[in-house]
């Protein structure tokens, strides 16, 4: 793994099983990492994706990404005007390299809304891929245990889906950024 540095910007690759580049973010800040826990956290505003096909968008609202390298998931607390929302991804471990985060995404996710309720989605994409890539049945295993140790997660409304943390990850991020622009003048 590459050293680390708070503050640095960093791209992210999402991959699918065969490999080939999924979908692309053009920066995330470092805020946060635990090397013993196994826990990156990052945070991102209006960065442009890029689609498999080439298709380009903007993040509309701040955003804190934990990814794990231990863990088949990420999460994603999205700061928007109605609450706090995450995003779950069901995905490898990640590494980093080249300045890029990169996962091999699963195709499944779990939407929590801001009333705290939550919805798996995206089954049948999950089922699609997991024929066409011919995933392993070991695979196929870890992303239902790890979807269900997400969804306990969720439940108990551990730090990761905590209001409160992902508010004061927003303030810290947005001070990061406003020192960078400080330092600029």
Known sequence: MEKLKIGHKYQIHSYKHNGQIYKAWDEATLLNFDF??????FANNCTTVTEKDGHTWKTKEPAILFFFLNRWYNIIGQYKGRGICYYCNMASPIIIEDNTI????????VKVFANGSFKVVDKNEYTYHKNKFKYPKEIDLIIKNELNSLISEIRKKDSFFNNNDIEKWVKYYLYLESQKKYKKN
């Open 36 to 41: 013993k826990k196994g826990i990156l956290v």
């Open 102 to 109: 990169k996962y091999i995404d699963y195709d499944l996710d």
